[in-house]
């Protein structure tokens, strides 16, 4: 019998008295695909920093290929066939895709016979695993997707047998995961040992041979795929059945709240971010805005949500609103009724730092209710803050406890507490769910839809197209400050949305009844090539890193 | 959950780090061969053995005070305010003008007004760079430390032009009168057969002081303008995000950090000296940084620090004069503890984080597993 690839023995590591990992054994057998899979704060991105040597394990072992090895730090793991693909690319931007793979693992002083090398390892690499890359291109200029190849070059180039890929779909688009996942089965064949780390059950079905769950630090099970199913692993992860589909009953779509006209966005570096976006949100609905992320979707939340200079209209209740005035910021819109949950909860939805019921009043300190003459009412906004915990069953309920220690799901409830219970005409709500574990994604979906039932309009920016998908009422597909389509969400259909996602027409598209296709999508026929779509995906990168 | 109780975090590690420095001190005094033991004596003998001693370490720490709030309420807002200086020069200018030119019927009349001036030519002389900083992005470290040579610049000019008495060799301004001088603590505390605090220069000011530090406090943790002060010092994309104008803070935390700095000059200038003389300020604006950053920049962490700076000045001072021990000597030891206190908090922070966490695993072996990513 042949030694696992890799073999964790009892590690266990906590940060201050958060136990992050707790006696922890995975085997992974060569030339397999380990899926681990956890909500977030399961421990498991401690326990592959643990594997890569950025952190040191309080107790343990660690065995490769049947022998015990010590890794303090990454140049060890890399010495030991351990290579990593993080979920934050680390490359740099302004070097090619040639020089960012030798960087580190130069043969000499001198550059020139590596580069010469490492190109000629490079083709073999491409031939043999359908990794292709322009091994010239600065890496600022090519797309998410060819990024993502770069790191596991990188990984390969260093003789790595082990592969670790954090989160690796993140960031790419349905097309992208897909070839994705045909090179790390182009992999596994050549017998290397790949961990796949998500959250996203539908990918550990899709590729993993065996799968281990992580909750709360630690492993809870570990089983062979082809003999689990989604809802068995979703309940391990979270230790009890859950839902994964919404329920919600059909809109009923009354008066017009919000009405966009024309809307521009030119930002500080003089790069046209929307490029005349137009729509509207009805009472009682639900707009999913559905794209990869960096096509738009954030300026157009922050110019809704009053932090972002703007061209064009925007009536509020059939009000026009100001753009670039004096009252375009924050304070403005909430008087206008517009509630923001915003898509980066820790730099702008919430002060880390401050205490959960600092954070309740957060953007709405000057409310009557809040505060008393230039003081605050702390007492008040304390116990509004108890109340709202309740009600959104935020762990733990303290209201005094820092923001930054709650966990990713809690933070959110804090800040959907505090807007959903505003009362708001219309919520904008942007990345419901990302950072969030599965119980909070169910309740945060109820709570979206339970508004919308009151007869509020809602605008969702969200880059899970599921979730656009479960939760809308009508969807937008932006890409590249563009509504590439607009349509119902009953007639719309993955492969359509991810096309459009990658700035294509095509005959999915086509296939949705009811929607409304722009031009600039219609031009092409017949389904776009892999090909087509990384090279518009490429220039929808570039727009992405800001 | 924070790591170190915060009893340790705003006791042990000041101490810790005190005595670190006052360890290296010692190491220094016995280089040059002096008895450290009998320094240390002769510098608490001569800072809080007598009344006299202490009013002269109140009179230094009411400076610091003033000058440590300035930059602590400047640091809540992430303004780095390294003018106090200047501030507490341009402070003095204002003291000045409105006590000689304005006649005041009584000195308490004459306080208030004073402070109104003194505010007011510092919060004055700290908007410029704030106004640089918020429209035009021009570091305000950068510009509040070369606004201080150019107080001390615009001083000296006037000191030895407009405002110097005719006739006067001196570059100064002519004595006070008399309805505008501050009762001295030898005033207030001396009894009919016991003077008390005998020629030292602490006064009324150390009051307003402590006002201060009350009212700094209030404003911090208590007004809707404190909140969004902090909030901005946190995180400014979230600041923007409420709708918390980012010029509106820097314009707002700034002129109130210059007006702290300025009312400086009510002690030094209106308390003490009486008249305006070049070099007033003797670097206390400096010394607030240190001051601010010892006290982590809450209130009466800066009130605890600043008599501890203004025990140092007045010790080192008796040091100076008693022994052979060299006045740059005593510079050495308060710049140990600022390096200590400020610069190397991260020193004593990190071993002590170890030794707490440590304790808490020993004392509950089943942790309650939080989880973390």
Redesign the interface.
């Known amino acids: 019998m042949t030694a696992p690839a890799i073999e964790l023995k009892d590690i266990s590591k906590?940060?201050?008295?958060?136990?992050?990992n707790?006696d922890i054994n995975i085997r992974v057998m060569p030339g397999t695909i380990h899926g681990i899979i956890g909500?977030?704060?399961?421990?498991?991105?401690?326990l592959m920093s643990i594997l890569y040597g950025f952190y040191k394990a309080d107790a343990g072992e660690i065995w490769i290929s049947g022998k015990k090895v010590e890794i303090p730090d990454s140049q060890a793991a890399i010495a030991a066939g351990i290579g990593m693909v993080f979920q934050h690319f680390k490359l740099v931007e302004t070097f090619t895709v040639l020089e960012n793979i030798v960087l580190g693992a130069e043969d000499s002083g001198l550059l020139r016979p590596s580069l010469a090398r490492a190109r000629r390892e490079l083709k073999a690499l491409a031939d043999e695993y359908e990794l292709n890359v322009e091994p010239d291109a600065l890496v600022q200029d090519i797309g998410v997707g060819m990024q993502q190849r770069v790191e596991i070059l990188k990984a390969l180039y260093r003789k790595a047998d082990i592969l670790i890929l954090d989160e690796p779909t993140g960031v790419l688009t349905p097309a992208e995961a897909d070839h994705l996942f045909r090179i790390l089965e182009n992999l596994r064949r050549e017998g290397k040992t790949i961990i796949l780390i998500t959250h996203k059950l539908r990918e550990i079905m899709e590729i993993t041979d065996t799968v281990s769950v992580m909750r709360?630090?630690?492993m809870t099970a570990t089983v062979k795929t082809a003999e689990t199913s989604p809802q068995e692993l979703a309940e391990l992860m979270v230790g009890r059945k859950v839902l994964l589909q919404v329920d919600k009953k059909p809109s009923a779509p009354g008066a017009v709240i919000l009405d966009v006209q024309n809307l521009n966005v030119t930002d500080a570096k003089g790069v046209h971010r929307l490029k005349g976006v137009s729509f509207q949100v009805r009472a009682g609905e639900i707009l999913g805005i559905a794209g990869v992320a960096g096509n738009g979707q954030s300026e157009l939340l922050e110019v809704l949500?009053?932090?972002e200079k703007a061209r064009g209209i925007i009536f509020m209740n059939g009000e026009p609103i100001d753009l670039t005035g004096t009252k375009s910021?924050?304070?403005?819109?909430?008087a206008r009724g517009i509630a923001?949950v915003?898509e980066?909860r820790q730099?702008?939805?919430?002060?880390?730092?401050?205490a959960a019921w600092?954070n309740t009043?957060?953007?709405y300190?000057?409310d009557a209710k809040y505060?008393s003459g230039?003081?605050?009412n702390?007492a008040a906004i304390l116990k509004d803050t108890e109340e709202k915990m309740a009600r959104f069953d935020v762990r733990p309920p303290d209201p005094k406890l820092a923001a930054k220690?709650f966990?990713g799901g809690n933070q959110q409830k804090i800040v959907l507490a505090r807007e959903i219970e505003r009362n708001p005409d219309l919520l904008l709500i942007g990345q419901p769910t990302r950072g969030v574990d599965i119980g909070a994604i169910e309740f945060i979906h109820q709570q979206i839809v339970a508004l919308r039932d009151q007869g509020k309009a809602i605008l969702l920016v969200s880059v899970e197209l599921e979730e656009i998908l479960s939760l809308s009422d009508r969807i937008a597909v932006m890409f590249d400050g563009h509504i590439m389509g607009l349509g119902p969400a009953e007639s719309a259909n993955q492969i359509g949305l991810g096309c459009l996602m990658a700035g294509m027409g095509g005959d999915d598209t086509r296939s949705m009844t009811g929607w409304d296709i722009s031009d600039a999508a219609k031009i092409e026929a017949g389904t776009p090539s892999l090909a087509d779509i990384e090279k518009n995906l490429a220039h929808a990168g570039t727009a992405e890193k800001v | 959950?924070d790591?170190i109780p915060k009893w340790a975090d705003v006791v042990l590690i000041p101490v810790i780090s005190l005595l670190l420095a006052a360890i290296l001190s010692a190491l220094v005094i016995l280089a040059i061969g002096e008895n450290p033991w009998e320094a240390l004596k002769l510098m608490v003998d001569g800072a809080v053995g007598s009344t006299y001693g202490w009013g002269y370490t109140l009179y230094y720490a009411t400076n610091f005070i003033f000058t440590g709030l300035a930059v602590a309420i400047a640091f809540h807002a992430k303004m780095f305010n390294i003018g106090g200086e200047g501030q507490a020069v341009l402070g003095g200018l204002g003291v000045a003008l409105l006590c000689l030119y304005i006649p005041w019927p009584h000195w308490s009349l004459a306080l208030l007004g004073a402070t109104a001036g003194a505010a007011l030519f510092g919060a004055g002389w700290a908007v410029i760079p704030a106004y640089l900083q918020a429209k035009r992005g021009s570091h305000i470290v950068i510009t509040t430390i070369m606004f201080n040579f150019i107080a001390a610049a615009l001083l000296n000019y006037l000191l030895v032009g407009a405002l110097k008495p005719a006739g006067s060799m001196e570059p100064s301004t002519g004595k006070f009168p008399a309805p505008t001088h501050l009762p001295s603590f030898q005033d207030m505390f001396s009894t009919a057969d016991t003077v008390m605090f005998r020629g030292a220069p602490a006064n009324v000011t150390f009051f307003v002081a402590i006002a201060a530090c009350v009212a700094v406090w209030?404003l911090i943790w208590?007004?809707?303008?404190g909140?969004?002060l902090?909030?901005f010092g946190?995180?400014e994309?979230?600041a923007?995000?409420?709708?918390?104008?980012p010029t509106k803070i820097i314009m707002i935390s700034m002129t109130i950090s210059g007006a702290l700095a300025g009312m400086m000059a009510i002690n030094n200038v209106m308390g003490e000296a009486e008249r305006l003389v070049l070099n007033a300020v003797e670097g206390a604006g400096f010394i607030g940084i240190a001051v601010a950053l010892m006290g982590r920049s809450h209130p009466f962490g800066v009130f605890l620090s600043a008599i501890l700076f203004g025990f140092l000045y007045q010790g080192g001072a008796e040091l100076a004069l008693w022994t052979s021990i060299p006045r740059e000597l005593i510079v050495v030891i308060q710049a140990l503890v600022i390096l200590f206190t400020g610069a190397l908090d991260n020193m004593v922070r990190m071993p002590l984080e170890k030794f707490f966490?440590a304790r808490?695993?020993a004392a509950k072996p089943k942790?309650?597993?939080?989880?973390?990513?």
Not at chain 1, 39 to 46: D, H, I, L, V
Not at chain 2, 240 to 245: P, V
Request: charged share 25%; hydrophobic share 30%; proline share 5%.
């Open positions: 906590a940060f201050g008295p958060v136990q992050a707790k909500e977030n704060g399961a421990g498991k991105s401690t709360r630090g630690q949500g009053g932090y910021d924050g304070q403005s819109r909430r923001h915003p980066d730099r702008e939805g919430l002060i880390m730092d401050y600092e009043a957060f953007g300190h000057h505060r230039p003081f605050m702390n220690n966990s | 959950m790591v209030a208590r007004t809707r303008l909140y969004e902090r909030a946190h995180s994309s979230a923007k995000y409420a709708g918390i104008s966490l808490r695993r942790t309650k597993l939080t989880p973390a990513e």
